[in-house]
């Protein structure tokens, strides 16, 4: 018999899959992270959500043979305390991606529209300021997508059915794919900035040392003050990726002298935001709490894959493209 630990609450589709096995007892910290520290000693699997796992909480776990993200960000995990134990790090692959590529369409349409300015015209009996807030359209605007992997090469060709002009970055570039879907590609997106009408960002949060991988790979505060002077006046921002992609405080003051437009976020440095963030009290700006996944089939998604993830490895079958710490058993 071998014991799941589950870190917070979980749509009944994963939980119903976990506990369809004989073979396996389930335990549920269900948010409470005294109590998820309390268990990992009897933990063979965690399926962890957003509580913080760190070395010292995976090291009690002596019989750990998987950690299972809901998700594919692992910023809460201590994945070096993983890899160098040979515990592979797994994440619910392609789970979250039409709900996330979704939310970011919605908040490149609402700023462009100005969907929240009008709504509240409409609302307070101002309907005669119908055309007080410039609007524009979509077709033939110009977007830049950092990071070309699993959102990004989703995002692309819906842009491309908007009539954008769609151009991708990433250091790894499947510039095949790219060509293919009708996008240019390239691998400095700096280099790009001053021709883009939207920029929105897709990769995940790390330090680059903290993978074992060099500091160059940071990605930390990667859109920054120079790459926000370099966009222009009229560009707006969107980040549906992690908090620290972008730089908070450069994109506050950016906007708040007018150097770009606007900005879409659904990922925070400090979540929730402290109420005197000055990112809180901007105009033409459209936020959502870290839920730019959580559809009803996204979070079905997540729990049934992250739960079978889990349940993989337990039978040895366990897909490699789920494995996020996949470099630590190439040697």
């Keep these: 018999m071998k014991t799941i630990v589950v870190s917070e609450e979980l749509h009944p589709d994963g939980i119903k899959l976990l506990k369809s096995r004989p073979d396996v007892t389930v335990l549920e910290a269900r948010g409470d ?132 002009n769609v151009t991708v970055a990433d250091i790894a570039l499947d510039d095949s794919l790219a060509i293919d879907l009708g996008c240019q590609g390239v691998t400095d997106f700096r ?5 883009s009408d939207y920029l929105t960002v897709h990769v995940p949060l790390h330090d680059g040392i903290s993978i074992g991988l060099g500091a160059e790979t940071s990605t930390f505060n990667l859109i920054g003050e120079k790459e926000l002077e370099a966009l222009p006046a009229h560009a707006y921002v969107i980040n549906c ?53 959580s559809t009803n089939e996204g979070l079905s998604r997540m729990a049934t894959y992250s739960a079978q993830n889990i349940l993989d490895v337990f039978d040895g079958k366990l897909r490699p493209e789920m494995i996020y710490n996949a470099a630590a058993f190439s040697n």
């Design 241 to 293: 990726a992690r908090g620290g992609i972008v730089d908070e405080a450069a994109i506050a003051a950016a906007i708040g002298k007018g150097d770009i437009a606007g900005f879409g976020c659904d990922v925070f440095v400090d979540e929730p935001p402290a109420a005197d963030n000055p990112l809180l009290n901007l105009p033409n700006t459209i936020y959502s709490p870290h839920n730019a996944a």
């Design 191 to 195: 280099a790009h900035l001053a021709d």
């Design 33 to 164: 992270e005294a109590r998820l520290r309390e268990l990992m000693p009897q933990a063979h699997a965690v399926l962890i959500r957003t509580l913080y796992l760190d070395a010292e909480m995976m090291a009690s776990a002596k019989h750990l043979e998987v950690v299972s993200r809901h998700g594919v960000g692992c910023d809460n995990i201590d994945v070096g305390h993983l890899s160098e134990r040979k515990i592979p790090m797994t994440i619910a692959v392609d789970s979250n991606t039409t709900s996330v590529v979704e939310q970011v369409i919605m908040m490149m349409l609402a700023l462009n529209k100005r969907a929240f300015q009008y709504d509240a015209l409409t609302r307070n009996n101002q309907f005669h300021q119908r055309c007080q807030h410039a609007t524009s359209e979509l077709l033939d605007k110009k977007i830049l997508i950092v990071g070309f992997g699993r959102i990004g090469k989703r995002l692309a060709p819906v842009c491309k059915a908007f009539g954008m």
